[in-house]
């Protein structure tokens, strides 16, 4: 693995956890970040690159670019250290960590109506 790789790696993760609530699940082909049991996106780490698979993407694409879309992933690519945006990074944990209260509250109110029609 390449040096600038490892770098923009631990980058990644110091600017995610900085978010209180942001927990790291290793895999055996890649790292996850959850905030409240929804994963806001993964690492995956391969020779020369970096993906990030950002689950929340479909829910924030106007305000990001990314390099490939599908109906609900969004995938940002990290090919040379120069790829690498801070401020990418922080503003997507930002709008993901909105997106998963939003969509926990949803799925609360939606539990307690069926509990209330049964």
Same mark, same amino acid.
């Given at each position: 693995? @390449? ?10 993760? !110091?600017?995610?956890? #900085? =978010? +209180?609530?942001?927990? $790291? *699940? ?22 020369? @690159? ?10 924030? !694409?106007?305000?990001? #670019? =990314? +390099?490939?879309?599908? $109906? *609900? ?38 539990? #307690? ?6």
């Amino acid at each position: 693995m @390449q040096e600038w790789i490892e770098r923009t790696v631990e980058s990644i993760e !110091e600017i995610t956890l #900085s =978010f +209180d609530g942001v927990k $790291k *699940y290793y895999n055996s082909k890649h790292i996850t970040f959850k905030f409240e049991n929804q994963a806001l996106f993964y690492i995956k780490i391969d020779k020369n @690159q970096i993906t990030l698979g950002c689950h929340k993407g479909y829910m924030l !694409e106007d305000r990001f #670019s =990314f +390099d490939y879309a599908s $109906k *609900y992933m969004r995938h940002r690519y990290i090919n040379t250290q120069n790829d690498f945006d801070k401020k990418f990074i922080r503003e997507y944990v930002e709008g993901a960590i909105g997106c998963s209260i939003e969509l926990n509250e949803k799925n609360r109110i939606r539990a #307690s109506l069926r509990r209330r029609n049964q």
